[in-house]
């Protein structure tokens, strides 16, 4: 069915009007209270005492003492050595001599053969302190095999080691035997030989054959008397025939010492 369009009509405004309230002010309430005022407590302040804390004083610095290096200690140390001998009546001389310039000889021999490895060092740590020096004779009993009227003396012959940080007495005493040995085998007299073949002493100690009286040269050049090797000669074939056991002897108890 067909749509009517109906007509709109606004409907129409009246103002009311608007009457006010009156207002009414409140009555303020005022109530004059008193006013407690808290007790301010005065907490008392103690200050910190203030100390001065001590200031680190710097001790002096002292440089370490500087010790110098201290040098090697040497000193000399005479060491006796004791032999027999035996004097020819009829020769003259001065036998301390000779024995005191063949001793110069073998004695640093003696040192060198115990310490030859002290040699292979920058500084010599066992020396000898040259001359050597014979301080005496005590007269004694020839051996037997002596059968000529030669007197015999006990000869003390001083020699002064020159000994730098070793152990001094076990340096003499491998010394000393070894000097022993050395003389034993007729190294002492072949010396003596060769200084003064015509020296009035012989070395008795390792002898175990009588020695030859030196020959006598006639006026004539030609030699008569007694012919053969000088005493000298023949007293040192004589002692080698025991210095292979006096050597390994000396030889045994310097490898004790040694290895102790």
Do not use: W
């Amino acid at each position: 069915s067909p749509v009517t369009d109906s007509p709109v009509t606004d409907a129409p405004v009246t103002d009311s009007p608007v009457t006010p309230a009156p207002l009414t002010p409140a009555p303020l309430a005022v109530t004059n209270a008193p006013v407690t005022q808290s007790p301010i407590t005065v907490v008392p302040v103690t200050p910190t005492p203030v100390t001065d804390a001590p200031v680190p004083t710097m001790e002096p610095t002292t440089a370490a003492p500087i010790v110098p290096t201290a040098a090697p200690v040497s000193a000399d140390f005479p060491v006796e050595a004791e032999y027999e001998v035996a004097f020819r009546k009829k020769v003259e001389g001065s036998f301390a001599q000779d024995l005191g310039l063949a001793m110069d000889v073998l004695a640093p021999q003696v040192v060198d053969e115990i310490f030859p490895d002290l040699r292979l060092r920058r500084r010599l740590t066992v020396n000898t302190r040259l001359p050597t020096l014979v301080t005496g004779g005590i007269p004694s009993d020839c051996p037997a095999i002596i059968t000529d009227d030669d007197k015999c003396q006990t000869i003390l012959h001083s020699i002064i080691l020159i000994i730098v940080d070793e152990d001094v007495a076990q340096v003499e005493e491998d010394f000393i035997v070894s000097l022993n040995v050395a003389i034993s085998e007729g190294r002492l007299q072949r010396i003596l030989d060769e200084i003064n073949p015509d020296t009035s002493v012989y070395i008795v100690t390792g002898l175990v054959v009588a020695p030859v009286a030196a020959p006598t040269t006639a006026p004539d050049g030609a030699t008569g008397g007694t012919t053969g090797l000088s005493s000298a000669a023949t007293a040192g074939i004589a002692v080698a025939a025991v210095a292979a056991v006096v050597l390994l002897g000396g030889a045994l108890y310097l490898a004790r010492k040694r290895s102790q």
